[in-house]
């Protein structure tokens, strides 16, 4: 059985930091991409970060980083320098290659999302 469980949301102050955990499990981890997403009420799901198989990134926030640490099945996003315009739910998701792509239709697994919220 294939999960990928976030964890780590919750309610900061805008400034402030937070890391994102995705434990995966149910299938190869290191030989697959890892992506974030996130998704703001009203608004369509949008790209965050991506890491591929040997942790090569890619990130169109620069305060976000993405890693993974393969021995434990786990994909991490750091965020820093927070501002409410970052408040959503963040999602995790497995690529269906070992590639980074931004296009959420090429990630064919997806947790159930975890809630930030930055507070003004």
């Known amino acids: 059985q294939v999960q990928l469980v976030e964890s780590g949301g919750g309610l900061v102050q805008a400034g402030g930091s937070l890391r994102l955990s995705c434990a995966a499990s149910?299938?190869?981890?290191?030989?697959?991409?890892m992506g974030w997403f996130r998704q703001a009420p009203g608004k369509e799901r949008e790209f965050v970060a991506g890491?591929?198989?040997?942790g090569g990134a890619d990130s169109v926030k620069g305060r976000f980083t993405i890693s993974r640490d393969n021995a434990k099945n786990t994909v991490y996003l750091q965020m820093n320098s927070l501002n409410p315009e970052d408040t959503a739910v963040y999602y995790c998701?497995?690529?269906?290659?070992?590639?980074?792509?931004?296009?959420?239709?090429?990630?064919?697994?997806w947790g159930q999302g975890t809630q930030v919220t930055v507070s003004p």
């Open positions: 998701a497995t690529n269906e290659g070992p590639w980074i792509s931004r296009n959420e239709y090429d990630y064919k697994y």
């Open positions: 890491i591929n198989w040997s």
């Open positions: 149910g299938f190869t981890f290191s030989r697959y991409a």
